[in-house]
C-alpha cells in the first residue's frame, strides 16, 4: 500500500476566492469583448469584409473555451461552498441552480450560437457581394445578448452569494 506523505486539501475561504476570482474574470472578459472589441471592428468597418465571419468565429471559439473553463470551476466551486451541512439551505440551492444555468449559457454559445453565427456569415460565393445580414443574423445576435445579460445578472448575484456566506 502506498502513503502520500501530504494532505492536500483546499478549505472553503479558498474556493470562495476560487469562485469569485473565476467568474469575476469571465464576466469583464464578456463585458470587454462585448463593450469595446466588437463594437470596435464594427466601427472600423471589418465587418463588411469578407473574412470577418472566420475571424469572428475564432475570436469567440477561444473566447467560449474560456467560459466552459471559468463556468466550471465556478459550479464546483458552488458546490463545495454549499456542501456543508450549516450552508444546506435555499440559499445554496439557489446558488447550485445558478452556477448549472451559468454552464447551460457557457454551453449553448459555445457549441449553438457561435457554430450557427458563423456558417450564416461565412462568405461562399467569392463572386457575389453579401449587401445584407440575413434576418437569421439578427435573430441570433439578439439570443447571444439576451444569454449574455442573464450571464452578468446571475453571475453577479453567485458573487454576491460568495460575499455574503463568508468561510469561517
Known amino acids: 500500500m502506498i502513503s502520500i506523505p501530504w494532505k492536500v486539501e483546499l478549505s472553503k475561504s479558498r474556493w470562495q476566492t476560487i469562485v469569485i476570482f473565476s467568474l469575476a474574470f469571465w464576466l469583464s472578459g464578456s463585458l470587454i469583448l462585448d463593450l469595446v ?3 470596435s471592428l464594427y466601427v472600423s468597418g471589418m465587418i463588411n469584409s469578407s473574412g470577418f465571419a472566420i475571424a469572428g ?3 469567440f471559439s477561444a473566447f467560449n473555451r474560456v467560459e466552459l473553463l471559468c463556468a466550471a470551476l465556478g459550479m464546483t466551486g458552488i458546490l463545495v461552498l454549499s456542501s456543508s451541512p450549516t450552508d444546506s439551505g435555499k440559499g445554496s440551492r ?3 441552480l445558478l452556477s448549472f444555468i451559468l ?3 457557457a454551453l449553448i ?3 449553438t450560437l457561435t457554430p450557427q453565427m458563423t456558417a450564416l456569415g461565412v462568405d461562399l460565393n467569392l ?3 453579401v449587401t445584407e445580414v440575413p434576418s437569421e443574423m439578427n435573430l441570433l445576435h439578439g439570443s447571444y445578448f439576451g444569454l449574455e445579460a442573464i450571464k452578468l ?3 453577479a448575484t ?3 452569494w460568495c460575499y455574503r456566506h463568508q468561510a469561517v
Open 109 to 111: 454559445c459555445t457549441y
Open 103 to 105: 454552464l447551460a449559457i
Open 37 to 39: 472589441i466588437m463594437p
Open 127 to 129: 463572386f457575389e457581394s
Open 57 to 59: 468565429n475564432l475570436i
Open 153 to 155: 445578472a446571475v453571475g
Open 94 to 96: 439557489i446558488a447550485i
Open 158 to 160: 453567485l458573487i454576491g
